[in-house]
């Protein structure tokens, strides 16, 4: 029998995952997980703001790091589940297509992962994400590849016989670079993180993937005045 195909939207598809989402099986979740918070570089004290927060597994090695995050997200269920998992961090709902529900200036660091595919109005957020941090403050933001994103693979799961398709914005990694330039970012850097063997070992679907770049970095500034 035909698998049945199914576009829920992102927030509905979100809080359709988010009960499983760590138990899917996803190589560019193992890459951000690997790599994307030796970017940010949270030291004790400091404030920290996750964009995107998904199920709070980047708020709980913050937390680690002795920093102290907070986490938004658009999606209910995807709160609940990151809740659970780093209790006492505050969290909050919110649409990353939206202004930020953050007051200026209030924070060290901003993280923004695996969400930026999923955004109409990227530039909106890059300007939140410049508002709220102080000077000197630090981005990381970490995207599905574009290389992979335009070739038509997309945020997708299965449920009960149904995959559910989440879309993907056809953002390139000069897309990117330049809006978070445009936002006032500066010192720039980008890195891309392929598929190696050892990452097939721990998820052996990325075997088709294998030396492809699936995960991009873009660490900057907000320059001090």
Known sequence: MAKRLE???VRGGYDLWAASYDATPNPVVALDRRHTLHHLRPAPGERI???GCGTGANLTRIVEAGAKPVGLDFSREMLRVARRRAPGVPLAQADLNQKL????ERFDGFLCSLVSEHLEHLHVLLEGAYSVLRDGGRLAF????????TAGVEASFEREGTEYRL???PYTVDDYVN??????????RFRDYAVDESLVEEVPVAR????????LVIEALRAEA
């Not at 529900?101 to 200026?104: A, E, F």
């Not at 809006?179 to 720039?188: S, T, Y």
């Not at 088709?208 to 995960?215: A, C, E, S, T, V």
Request: charged share 25%.
């Open 142 to 149: 970490a995207a599905f590849h574009p290389a992979v994103a």
């Open 179 to 188: 809006q978070i330039h445009d936002a006032g970012f500066r010192e720039l």
């Open 208 to 215: 088709k993937y294998l030396g492809r770049p699936l995960l």
């Open 7 to 9: 576009r829920p939207g």
């Open 49 to 51: 703001l996750d964009a």
């Open 167 to 169: 879309g993907a914005e």
């Open 101 to 104: 529900p953050i007051r200026p």
